[in-house]
């Protein structure tokens, strides 16, 4: 699924947070992914120490933030328990997967060169 963001226009993070929470696109993922570590390739490494933080049994998070198809390797369901506590934990994590719906607002898009 995509959400079809575009190279060159602006978006708050929080948006991009949010439709990733709610629809799971694969193009916010990759962008939320380079924004937060520069690179994608970075990005599952930052997630594998961080798995390895929360003492989650040795987890292999590949170089692809997308969610479907699931390119994460868990094992027990207890390590996505958590995994899932600790997101719960974020209060803007929290606030979002509380809401009933949530819409993607439009894009500012940068003013044409003079």
Known sequence: MR????PGDTY?????LRALL?????????????DNAGSIEL????MNAKARVH???????SSTPMV????INIRPHADLSIIARAAYANPTIRS??????????LCQRPDPPA
């Open 22 to 34: 709610v629809k799971s696109p694969n193009d916010v993922a990759r962008c939320l992914a380079r």
């Open 12 to 16: 708050q993070r929080i948006d991009l």
């Open 96 to 105: 979002i997967v509380c809401l009933p719906q949530a819409g993607f607002p």
């Open 43 to 46: 990005f599952a490494q930052k």
């Open 68 to 71: 479907f198809p699931c390119q």
């Open 3 to 6: 959400l079809n963001i575009k």
């Open 55 to 61: 003492s989650v049994r040795p987890t292999r998070i």
